[in-house]
């Protein structure tokens, strides 16, 4: 048993470093798509949770991003993430549907307001203001 847990926090451990590394690698990227891709997720996840405490941000709205959130942090995927490049291509898609509902129904400056990446990429997403 104790082998067990020596094993578990080995795994722990290099799953922790190779994060890490990943992070450290996309902060590298020379600005582009790639650079941008690398940060959609993370730049999601803090747009969620900023839009998930904020009073003017409809129930439906709220409900639809927590469900995005729940999806992405979901160790169960369509697509499996070990595989290469699409990989995280069916939370980007569950992430992206969730901002562009959200961003019908609550105010687009307070949209805006809550992304903390690159604006012209939650732009390009909302699309045209109506």
Avoid: H
């Avoid at 940060?39 to 009073?55: E, G, M, N, Q, Y």
């Amino acid at each position: 048993m104790r082998d067990w847990f020596i094993g578990l926090g080995i795994a722990m451990l290099c799953l922790a470093a190779s994060w890490g590394l990943l992070l450290i690698l996309a902060r590298r990227l020379p600005p582009g798509i790639l650079r941008d891709l690398a940060a959609f997720i993370p730049d999601c996840v803090t747009t969620v949770r900023r839009l998930r405490k904020d009073p003017r941000v409809p129930r439906r709205a709220k409900i639809a991003i927590v469900v995005a959130g729940v999806w992405v942090a979901s160790p169960i995927d369509l697509i499996p993430e070990f595989i290469p490049v699409i990989g995280p291509l069916d939370d980007i898609v569950v992430v992206a549907l969730a901002l562009r509902y959200a961003g019908r129904q609550v105010p687009r400056d307070v949209l805006l307001a809550a992304w903390p990446g690159e604006p012209r990429l939650i732009e390009r997403l909302l699309g045209d203001a109506r």
